[in-house]
């Protein structure tokens, strides 16, 4: 998995001009430390210039209302939690464009790829936003990309309602969401297979609090690695969120920063084509220790972690993942 060339990483500084409320958590600190120590370390890091998703790339998803709501602030908040500032459209906009460029450099490589964006993406649905996001950048690169055998893979704490809902009725892209239940947005039950054409390509397992290192482990080999392989995607999505981390100060999952490195490994071992897209993650010293091993692991690095406490060495979700692995065996041969 060595890599002699420097990881593709799409951020523009536009990501860093715009703030919400004193205090909000979804700040602009989250990426100021992340690059500003990624360049201090001097990374093998290749930082690219991203460009801005189009109207009509951004109308391949969300409905034409809600675009213009947002472009010219005819609403002043998707939710209580989310204003439109005037920045709104642009800044959302770059981010999606970002993930357009990210998964478009993977599948033209068969490389691993990375989108260090804000505002995160995967609340966003048709035809509304919430949860800090506006525009879903996973589903507007997922669309550029003719939906052509992609697949998502949401670890993000929350489940990502968003993609879920753009994507519940196809079964040209399969959503795959790890996420903890019984906290916002209150979906992703294990029941949500998808409908019609898209029924079993829409996976939920939903874990309980406290589930770690050991859980995922048991939820990628007992189901997303095998969807994956019976799936045989193009490239993957990778929606990641960074509070399912035990630092996180928004959520009850415990992923240590190797928990989240084994799984984003194991992913990418699975589909070479990758591209791993930030979502939440609201500790800034959590988001860059998971995002340098992310490019340590590119680079074929041993990561030394800051945060490498394991909480969940038996597998505590394991009820959650048995329960998720029943349903999908409804769908694919696993």
Request: net charge negative; charged share 20%; with cysteine.
């Amino acid at each position: 998995m060595f890599s002699s060339t420097f990881v593709k990483v799409f951020y523009d500084d536009a990501f860093l001009d715009y703030s919400h409320s004193p205090g909000h958590p979804e700040s602009p600190e989250r990426l100021r430390h992340t690059v500003s120590e990624l360049k201090r370390l001097n990374c093998d890091v290749e930082f690219m210039k991203p460009r801005a998703a189009t109207l009509s790339e951004l109308l391949a998803v969300h409905s034409s209302a809600y675009v213009e709501g947002i472009r010219k602030r005819s609403v002043g908040w998707v939710d209580e939690e989310t204003p439109v500032h005037s920045q709104t459209f642009d800044v959302a906009s770059l981010a999606a464009g970002a993930s357009i460029n990210a998964l478009e450099t993977a599948l033209q490589t068969g490389t691993t790829t990375m989108a260090l964006v804000r505002p995160p993406g995967h609340h966003a649905g048709i035809s509304h936003g919430g949860g800090f996001c506006y525009f879903n950048n996973v589903a507007v690169a997922a669309r550029k990309a003719n939906m052509d055998r992609i697949a998502i893979v949401d670890i993000d704490v929350h489940h990502g309602n968003g993609t879920s809902e753009i994507f519940y009725n196809t079964d040209k892209v399969l959503y795959v969401s790890t996420h903890q239940r019984g906290i916002y947005p209150g979906t992703g039950k294990v029941e949500e297979v998808g409908k019609g054409d898209g029924e079993g390509f829409n996976l939920n397992i939903p874990l309980r609090a406290g589930s770690g290192d050991a859980t995922f482990q048991l939820a990628l080999d007992s189901v997303v690695i095998p969807v994956l392989q019976a799936y045989k995607p193009r490239a993957v999505l990778v929606s990641l969120g960074v509070d399912s981390h035990y630092m996180d100060p928004l959520a009850s999952l415990l992923l240590s920063t190797l928990g989240y490195v084994e799984v984003l490994k194991r992913l990418t071992e699975a589909v070479k084509s990758s591209a791993l897209i930030l979502e939440g993650g609201y500790n800034i010293e959590a988001v860059f220790d998971v995002i340098q091993g992310a490019i340590q692991l590119v680079k074929g690095i041993e990561h030394r972690a800051q945060f490498s406490h394991i909480e969940d060495y038996s597998a505590i979700g394991r009820g959650d993942v048995m329960n998720a692995l029943h349903f999908s065996k409804t769908f694919w041969n696993i």
